[in-house]
Structure formats: C-alpha cells, structure tokens
C-alpha cells in the first residue's frame, strides 16, 4: 500500500542548507540560482532585489527609539525587529522568537510582510483579548487556534548558525549568529540586515539599536526582561559588536551602507547619522508629488523632447533621429541682467582664482569673493531676525528648546515679504546663485571630486541650487558628518563683518584608525569675503565646534546643489 506520508527527508533537505548547521557559499552571482525566501508550501518566491538600490530604516527595542517622532517613518520603508512592530507598523517585520510572542493584530496584518523562519509556519499563534469581567476590562494570553502560516503575507526562510564573515552576503542560507556549539549568540538583527541586503536594499538606517539594557532601560515598548535575559543580551551585544566590525568591509565592498541614528550608541561598527538627516537622505529622491503634473504625459516623446529644447522642431525625419537620443544633463547658457552680473562676475573670478586642495579631500578656498562695496551692501541687507526660521538639528537644540541655527530660505515668496529695498537686492541675488554659469564653474572646479564619487557618469549628473541664508547664534555646533547623500556639492560664504570671528569656522577631518573617530585636518578661518565648496562624498568630513560666546552671531550664505533630474 502506498503510503500518503510526506516524504520527511525530501521535506527536511528543502528545510535546510547543505549542511546542519553552516550555509553554502554560492557566491556573488546567487540571485536566479539560488531560492532564498519560501512559501508555506515550500514553494520558492522570487522577491531577490525586489526593492533594488532603495533605502531602508531597521526598527529595533531600544528605548531610544521611543522619543523619535515616527510620522516622518511614513514616507519611508521600514522593516521592524521582533515587538517593535507594537510602536509603529511599517512594511515589514521580521522574527526568530517564537511566534506566540507576538500580537496577533500583527500576524493578520496584509499590509505587513512577515519574513520568519521556515520551521515557523505550523507553530500557533496566541492572542492577547480584552474581555469583560464585571465592569472592568482585562487581559489574557490564550490560543488564537491559527497557525502563523494561515495568516496573509508571511514569508519563510532558511536559516544557519554558524558565522563566517567572508562568505556572510553570499550563502544560499540566511545565518543569525553561532549555535551554542560554536560559541552562542545569535540575533535577529543579523538576519534582518541580510534579507534587505537580498531584497535589494543598499542603504539601510538603523533605529532603536542601542546595545545597552538594564532593569529600567529594556525596550520602547512595554515590557521587561529578567536578570538573566539582561545578561544574556549583553553578552550578545558584545559578539554582535565583533561580528559586524567584520562584516564592515564586507558590506562596504558591496556599497550596502549601514548607518546607526543613534549617537549613543554602544554599536559603533557603523557610522552615525541623524534620525533627520536620515529621513531627507532616504525620502530625498522621491521628489514633491503634490507638485507632480500629469497633464502631456500621454504626448509622444519625441513631442517631449522638442518641448525640452533636446530635438528641433518637427519634421518626421527629425521624429526618427529623435527617437534615438539620448539626451545628456545640459546647461544651457543664458545672458545675466546687470544686476545680476553684479553678483555672478566676481563671484566666477574668486572660484577660478581658488586654488584647489585635495587634502584631507576635494575642495576650494575662495577669499576676495566679493568687492567691498557690494559685501557692505550684502551685511546692509541681511533681512531682520523675524524673518528667519528655525533649522531644526540635534546638534543645534539650545537648552530652551530652541534651536540656535536659523534660515533664510531664497526662495521667491520668501523673498517677496521682505522690505523693498532687501526685496530688490535679494532678487538680483538669487538670480546670480541659480546661474548655470556659477553651476559649470563649480562642476570644473570640484571635478576630480565628482569624479570620485560618480566616476565617468559625473558629467550628466543633474543638480539642482538650493540658496538660503543662515545664522547661527550661541550654542550651535555641529559634529563630524560628510553631509547627506542628495547633496552633491556644498558651497558657504561666509559674511562676518569684520575678522574677529576666524575661529568659528568650518573644521575638515580625516578619518581615524578607530571607527567614529577622526583627526582635525583644518579649520577654516571665518573671515570676511571668503567662503569654501567641496564636492560631497564618502570622506568628506567636516563640522563646527560650538559657539559658546554669549550674542554671537554667525551669518553665511549656503548654496547646495542637490541631485536634480
């Protein structure tokens, strides 16, 4: 008689890698052969590099994540780590615990992609219910009578537990530590950072990872952890510490970049980046989609190209020749007004004057940017205090709150409220700063810089100019950072009135040998007429010490290019 078991070694060979407890290395080249992510049924499902060169937040326990304000995550993917889920639901979540764990509200969730080990799918599910009893409400944990697999959109994986750094990206198992035999500690954190990797992700910003427990410091969440758990975790804080140290260069060789949000936090294997820096480096390329026009989408596109000045006007020979350009950034060159060139003439002539440093990496040091008649003008017109608004920072939050650096942004309607005669000269101003004359200079100038960050693709590299006018005021500082990825080249001018202010300029960094740690290279002097740009890339590390004189004021003019279209 045939028998209608399952055959139970076929099940467990596609529930396990090649070995018991280590992954096969199948090299870089895995994505169509090797399966990595499972059905219930077994079935493998192609979601390798669905979310490819995206960026990601990783959502851990740690109470630093509890005062982060969360409605800025909702323009972002999120994937969070075990219970984390409970403060904020984002795209994903991800659990090696067992699944009674965890809410149910949570496993029934289809807008949640639930990536679990492939030995959870038959375990149950527990639910915790309010019930009545009286006139009061109450808990309990009881059986839900579901099983994980019965819930929508869970996503299996196979797992091993032996860790081995140099091959770590590239199994054809997912590991999330070492087994006991092999010295213990494992995290789901690792198996995390591996499926994004395999999802696509490159960029990934980590939240809530704080590497430090105690009795009143558990989670963001509610819930504790015993004596015992507290030591357990710290231990694997430890080795977790190690192991993604190694894995560093690894993920570097890959251009997969693991920031941490958190300044103080114990895991120092990653660079640190600002909960809102991150934001705007994550969600910056998505652009403003209430500012999205739809209408002439449906035209032909050799009909777009005309209208973008790419193609002449056409005949249908001219459609064919169309068809296939492929159209570069361009500038195009337009004549300034006199009142522009003002500003634009000897600002072309301080960067073509500049000399051009490489140490401790790209930039120019501009000085005589301005005649002096025109810089007394500038310092005249820098508009009143009230029409400037707070730059939010951590760096810069003073200890009422406020924040203690200040903008004002060049843009049109700005520029629209202020008294006529600053209207006036900041019009002219402005239309100088977005000058594609100013952009070219600064492109040739800074080219060995974009060259190193973008390689041969730098020269149809579109940016954009973003212009504004800062003060910082006493207490601002800011720390070491190289500026977020949109951002492409990075110009200040600086406007003190007279040199008493050289010491707070902008200091540059090399790295240091330690990771977060970095060498003073130089400081710039704060001094009338001069400013500095700089191409931004992986190492270029600068910042400002703080401002500690009582009233003083720091203006400068910032000109940014972003990435552009």
């Known amino acids: 008689m045939t028998s ?45 590099g669905v979310h490819r060169g995206a960026s990601a937040f990783l959502l851990a326990g740690g109470p630093s994540a509890g005062t982060l304000d969360k409605e800025a995550l909702k323009k972002c993917w999120t994937m969070t780590l075990n219970n984390a889920h409970s403060s904020y639901r984002g795209q994903a979540n991800i659990i090696v615990d067992d699944p009674s764990r965890f809410n149910l509200s949570m496993w029934l969730d289809p807008t949640i992609q639930k990536f679990v080990p492939l030995a959870h799918f038959e375990k149950p599910l527990w639910d915790n219910r309010r019930i009545v009893s009286g006139e009061e409400w109450q808990q309990r944990w009881e059986p839900a009578n579901m099983r994980v697999g019965d819930c929508p959109n869970v996503i299996g994986f196979r797992r091993n537990e032996k860790f081995h750094a140099g091959r770590w990206l590239y199994e054809d198992t997912i590991n999330w530590g070492n087994h006991k035999n092999f010295g213990g500690g494992r995290s789901v954190m690792l198996a995390a950072l591996r499926v994004l990797f395999l999802l696509g992700f490159r960029r990934v910003y980590l939240l809530g990872v704080d590497f430090e427990m105690g009795a009143d410091k558990a989670y963001h969440f509610a819930e504790q952890q015993t004596k015992e758990c507290i030591r357990f975790n710290l231990e694997t804080y430890t080795k977790l510490q190690n192991w993604f140290t190694e894995l560093q260069p690894y993920f570097l060789q890959e251009k997969f970049i ?4 958190n300044l103080n936090s114990k895991l120092t294997a990653f660079p640190f980046i600002p909960y809102e820096d991150a934001i705007v480096e994550a969600s910056a390329h998505l652009g403003d989609h209430a500012n999205e026009r739809t209408t002439g989408m449906y035209r ?33 060159i337009q004549k300034c007004s006199t009142a522009e060139a003002r500003f634009l003439d000897p600002f072309l002539v301080a960067i073509s004057k500049a000399e051009l440093h490489d140490d401790p990496f790209c930039h ?122 949109p951002k492409v080249i990075t110009v200040q001018l600086y406007l003190p009135p007279d040199s008493s202010q050289e010491h707070l300029g902008t200091s540059y960094y090399r790295a240091g040998a330690e990771p977060r740690s970095y060498e003073l290279a130089k ?20 910042g400002v010490d703080a401002v500690t004189e009582p009233d003083v004021v720091r203006n400068s003019l910032m000109l940014t290019y972003y990435m552009g279209s």
């Open 4 to 48: 209608l078991v399952a055959d139970r070694n076929d099940q467990a060979k596609l529930r396990s890698s090649r070995n018991l407890h280590e992954g096969a290395t199948v090299g870089c080249e895995f994505f169509q052969a090797c399966p990595f992510f499972f059905s219930r049924e077994g079935a493998s499902l192609s979601l390798v």
């Open 523 to 542: 400081r710039l002097p704060f001094r009338p007429k001069t400013g500095y740009a700089f191409a931004v890339t992986d190492h270029s590390f600068h």
């Open 364 to 485: 120019l040091w501009m000085e005589e940017i301005f005649p002096d008649e025109l810089y007394s003008q500038m310092l005249d017109n820098l508009p009143d205090g009230r029409f400037y608004k707070e730059l939010r920072h951590q760096d810069a939050i003073q200890a009422d709150g406020r924040s203690s650096r200040l903008q004002f942004g060049l843009a049109p309607k700005e520029i629209e409220e202020l008294p006529n005669g600053q209207k006036e000269f900041w019009s002219h101003a402005r239309q100088a700063l977005y000058s594609p004359h100013l952009e070219q200079a600064f492109r040739r100038a800074l080219d060995a810089g974009l060259e190193h960050r973008f390689g041969k693709a730098r020269k149809t590299v579109g940016i954009e100019p973003r212009p504004l006018l800062v003060r910082d005021i006493s207490g601002y500082k800011i720390g070491v950072h190289t500026d977020i990825a």
């Open 258 to 261: 693991v920031k941490n949000c």
């Open 300 to 332: 032909a596109y050799e009909e777009k190209l005309v209208d973008a000045g790419l193609a002449p006007k056409a005949s249908a020979e001219n459609h064919k020749v169309a068809r296939e350009i492929k159209a570069p950034v361009s500038v195009r």
